[in-house]
Structure formats: C-alpha cells, structure tokens
C-alpha cells in the first residue's frame, strides 16, 4: 500500500474509532524515521486503549507491516509504529502538556480530515 493510501487508511479508521481531534503531520523533511505523524486524543485511558489496539487489529488484517504498539501501562499515550506513519493516541491532559503539534510546528501540516471531529 502506498503512504498516502495508508495514510487515508488509518485517518479513516480513526475516525470510525471515534478519535477526536485528529491531526496529521509531514515530517517527511524533518526526520528520517517516518513520513507522517498522526495525533489524535482519546477520552480516557479505556478509549485510548481501545483506539490503538483495534487500529493494530486492522492494520495487521490488512497485512501493514510493521505494526507495534507501544506506551505505558495506564494508557495515557500509546503509539502505533506503522513505519512509514506513527499514530500518538493520548488523552487531553497528556496531549496538551507534551503538545506535539507545537514542537513539530516546522513540519507541514496537512488539511484536517473532513470527517475528524472538531
């Protein structure tokens, strides 16, 4: 699958996983680890979890590899490693403290997603 494939793949699925506030970033120029960030939020540590563990699900069922899931043990961000996408699912309070947005803010920002909630 291409990257702007996989890309609307798993802003899609966000999506219809009820992330909120989902917003995608280029850093394909700024780094050389993956192409595009995703960061979206979850409502608590149950949705955030539930968010990245059924992205995983999907994303290996479409045979994307790699797929890992890393973060902390109470859920407060999690990360999904699809290499050329990394997806940050956190909750409120942790997405506004480590506000990655801002300290990406050299990167291209891409049109908010017409389905992401506002």
């Known amino acids: 699958m291409k990257t ?3 890309l609307e793949t798993v802003l899609a ?3 219809n996983l009820k992330a909120l506030n989902i917003s995608a970033i280029d850093v394909n120029n700024l780094t050389s680890f993956t192409n595009y960030m995703i960061v979206a939020t ?3 540590s149950r949705h955030v979890y539930s968010i990245a563990n059924n992205l995983v699900q999907k994303m290996k ?3 994307i590899t790699p ?3 890393q ?3 109470d859920s407060e ?3 999904v490693d699809l290499g050329e996408i990394v997806v940050h699912i956190m909750q409120p ?3 506004e403290y480590y506000n990655l947005e801002q300290l990406w803010s050299e990167a291209n920002k891409l049109n908010k997603p017409k389905f992401s909630p506002a």
């Open 67 to 69: 797929c890992v899931l």
């Open 61 to 63: 069922a479409g045979k």
């Open 93 to 95: 309070r942790t997405r």
């Open 13 to 15: 699925e966000l999506n």
């Open 77 to 79: 961000w999690l990360l």
């Open 42 to 44: 979850g409502t608590s």
């Open 4 to 6: 702007n494939e996989l």
């Open 71 to 73: 973060g902390d043990g």
